[in-house]
């Protein structure tokens, strides 16, 4: 279940279906299949790995952010989300949440862990708990 972080920003997992979001940003490797059949909103594709050595696409991750951020502010649904809902999407929700509300990124964080707690589900780790995607938030 994705969790309302600002107005119309939404960070989650891989959802069934995309009902109910005007724009999606998805940060999972592939697209996955079937997920926009029968809807018909923006969608940008942002492929990473939840890796501490991955490279990060500063330019498209930045621009995936500003997308998110606008989106929310004109008052769409944007949902973003990986997998789990947790690095990758919040690393795009991060840099959002900065863009809309002008904060630091640990005040980014920090929201974001408070209205997506993560701590108690199987992995028991919280919204961005890869060290890289922290640091690139906290620029």
């Given at each position: 279940?994705p969790?309302?972080?600002?107005?119309g920003?939404?960070?989650?997992q891989?959802?069934r279906?995309?009902?109910?979001?005007?724009?999606?940003?998805?940060?999972?490797?592939?697209?996955?299949?079937?997920?926009l059949?029968?809807w018909?909103g923006a969608?940008?594709?942002?492929?990473?790995?939840?890796?501490?050595?991955?490279?990060?696409d500063?330019?498209?991750?930045?621009?995936?952010?500003?997308?998110?951020a606008?989106?929310?502010?004109?008052?769409?649904?944007v949902?973003?989300?990986?997998?789990?809902?947790?690095?990758?999407?919040?690393?795009?929700?991060?840099?959002?949440?900065?863009s809309?509300?002008?904060?630091?990124?640990?005040?980014?964080?920090?929201?974001?862990?408070?209205?997506?707690?993560?701590?108690?589900?199987?992995?028991?780790?919280p919204?961005?708990?890869?060290?890289?995607?922290?640091?690139?938030?906290?620029?």
């Open positions: 279940m969790s309302e972080i600002l107005p920003l939404f960070l989650g891989r959802p279906r995309y009902d109910g979001f005007d724009v999606v940003v998805n940060c999972e490797r592939s697209i996955g299949e079937g997920l059949e029968d018909s969608f940008l594709h942002v492929p990473m790995r939840d890796s501490e050595d991955f490279k990060i500063e330019p498209v991750v930045y621009a995936a952010a500003l997308l998110a606008m989106a929310s502010e004109a008052g769409r649904r949902l973003i989300h990986c997998a789990a809902g947790r690095n990758r999407s919040g690393l795009v929700c991060g840099l959002a949440v900065r809309v509300l002008g904060c630091t990124g640990d005040q980014a964080i920090s929201l974001m862990r408070e209205k997506r707690d993560l701590t108690t589900g199987r992995n028991g780790s919204v961005l708990s890869n060290e890289l995607f922290q640091a690139f938030v906290r620029r």
